[in-house]
């Protein structure tokens, strides 16, 4: 599977949205990959998630857990776990940081994959890998469907993406006055307020 098909996938469930959005990091951008809305088709998350695992086991990595950070990375992770038979959990925010709750844990030393739906900066992604290895974890692997960064995003270990993109983004004090003119909406969770 390429790039131009994970795109059609996206485009046919209505993922692949346009307009002004403001992204978890607090940059702004004109696209956003709506994950949701491809995930909550069981036939295409399996179908993708199969094509990422194959990009993942080119890399050679042994994988003993799956860990990722909620809401985007919850079905995701779980479904990538699932194929590689192995555990997968989440971490979620609390005051803003990513834990581990539920009485997940991870045990010592043990290989972890942080699988992501979207790396953007890598934020998200490194506040994951910080957390899990805070409780013992070594990320030896990151992985997400979309990688929107142009593969410019760093989070401290190797990153296997489906498909790369270069969606450009912007600085909240150097938005395109093309955009300005778009009122903006934050479709992620990060810092959700009514
Ligand atoms: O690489 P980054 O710059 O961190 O951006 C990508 C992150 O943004 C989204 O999450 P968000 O915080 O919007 O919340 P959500 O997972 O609940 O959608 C997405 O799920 C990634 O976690
Ligand atoms: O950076 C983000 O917050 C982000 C971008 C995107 O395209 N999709 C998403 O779910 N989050
Ligand atoms: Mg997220």
Not at 127 to 134: F, G, K, P, Q, W
Request: aromatic content about 4%; some cysteine.
């Amino acid at each position: 599977m390429n790039t131009e098909d994970v795109l059609q996938e996206f485009r046919e469930c209505g993922a692949l949205l346009e307009g002004h959005f403001k992204l978890s990091s607090g940059k702004h951008s004109s696209v956003y990959c709506q994950c949701a809305l491809v995930l909550k088709e069981p036939d295409v998350a399996s179908r993708l998630v199969a094509a990422f695992i194959e990009k993942l086991k080119a890399t050679d990595v042994e994988i003993d857990m799956v860990v990722s950070p909620a809401m985007g990375g919850v079905i995701v992770g779980w479904e990538v776990a699932r194929q590689l038979g192995v555990p997968g959990i989440f971490t979620e925010r609390v005051d803003g940081k990513l834990e581990l709750r539920r009485g997940f844990e991870i045990p010592e030393g043990a290989k972890v994959l942080m699988m992501e739906d979207i790396i953007t900066t890598g934020l998200s992604s490194r506040e994951c890998i910080e957390a899990i290895e805070e409780k013992g974890g070594k990320v030896v692997a990151a992985g997400c469907l979309i990688n929107r960064s142009g593969g410019r995003a760093e989070v401290g270990a190797p990153i296997t993406a489906l498909a790369t993109i270069d969606a450009p983004t912007f600085d909240p004090d150097n938005v395109p006055d093309h955009l300005k003119d778009i009122p903006a909406i934050k479709p992620g969770s990060r810092g959700l307020k009514k």
